[in-house]
């Protein structure tokens, strides 16, 4: 099986995104930055902070009904020990916008003072939306701007790939596309990703993956596994090494099989229908709240 180790992620138009993305911070007054609550730490694009520099900035936790709530919250209280405002929202069942709206309220008062000062009274808070693939980050453009969704013409820097959205009198916003960072140094990262479906599978091992994924199940959310699939947890091999690779996630994934009627001609094990049906069911939020990470 193969890993993920080292997966060169960079494709030319993550390139482009980058520098539209330092050619435009000069046109918005904030950065909202979307990660994925189950894996908050993966899902941010460590070069995110050069990026932005000294502008404004709100981290929101997106995705946080699929998470660990009260892992969640102790995300929540780590980045405010780091002088970070982060919102869990989730925008597919619109819980905790208006959260996010208080936030920035709370994000911008001074600079909205400030113009107020200036006599710019009504002066709408400019902000740019980024995150990596599969955050959700059209969700929540969709959840904020609902039918009024609509480019913003006759400003300068709009092209194609970027644009836009005007959501009321006070607010603008303007989306980037996905962007994600040159290579993942941690191995543990780019599983991580994989498991959520922000790296795309056709260029990892299925398999492997979801045998990582079940090894982490049955440590942290082992409950999980047994109710949902019916298993026992019982006897199960120990990974010797990282040379031996995933042998206890190889049980838990034949073990699912097994209870699913997974099996091909001779009576062995489809594991590569039962490590779908894991990352699957994972993804869509059938396993549960779960956190794979935690600060």
């Known amino acids: 099986m193969g890993d993920t180790t080292r997966v060169q992620w960079f494709p030319g138009h993550m ?29 941010r694009n460590p070069e995110m902070d050069r990026l932005v520099g000294s502008k404004p900035r709100l981290l929101l936790l997106n995705k946080s009904d699929s998470a660990d709530e009260t892992v969640t919250s102790q995300w929540i209280d780590f980045y405010k020990r780091k002088g970070i405002i982060a919102v869990a929202t989730d925008c597919r069942s619109g819980k905790n916008i208006n959260r996010f709206k208080l936030a920035l309220g709370q994000l911008m008062a001074e ?55 005007k959501l009321d009198d006070n607010t603008e916003l303007l989306d980037m596309p996905g962007v994600l960072w040159p290579k993942f140094e941690d191995k543990t ?34 409950d999980t596994l047994t109710q949902r699939y019916g298993i026992s947890l019982e006897e199960l091999p120990e990974n010797e090494d990282e040379t031996a690779g995933c042998v206890k996630g190889l049980e ?33 939020g059938k396993l549960g709240r779960i956190s794979l990470e935690r600060p």
């Not at 980058?18 to 435009?24: A, E, W």
Request: net charge positive; proline share 3%.
């Open 252 to 284: 838990l994934l034949e073990r699912i099989g097994r209870k699913r009627g997974f099996l091909v001609s001779g009576g062995e094990i489809n594991t590569e229908r039962a490590a779908a049906v894991l990352l699957d069911e994972f993804r869509g």
């Open 15 to 43: 390139a482009k995104t980058r520098r539209i993305m330092q050619s435009n911070l000069k046109l918005v007054d904030c950065v909202i930055e979307i990660t994925d609550a189950r894996i908050p730490f993966s899902s």
């Open 189 to 222: 990262v780019g599983e991580h990703l994989a498991f959520t479906g922000a790296v795309k599978d056709d260029i990892l091992d299925t398999e492997y993956l979801a045998c990582r994924l079940a090894e982490l199940l049955c440590a942290d959310y082992p």
């Open 111 to 165: 600079q909205v003072q400030v113009w107020e000062a200036k006599g710019m009274h009504g002066r709408p808070i400019r902000m740019m939306i980024v995150g990596i693939p599969n955050v959700g980050k059209s969700s929540f453009i969709n959840r904020l701007a609902g039918s009024k969704r609509a480019k913003v013409e006759d400003r300068p820097g709009v092209t194609r790939g970027k644009q836009w959205v």
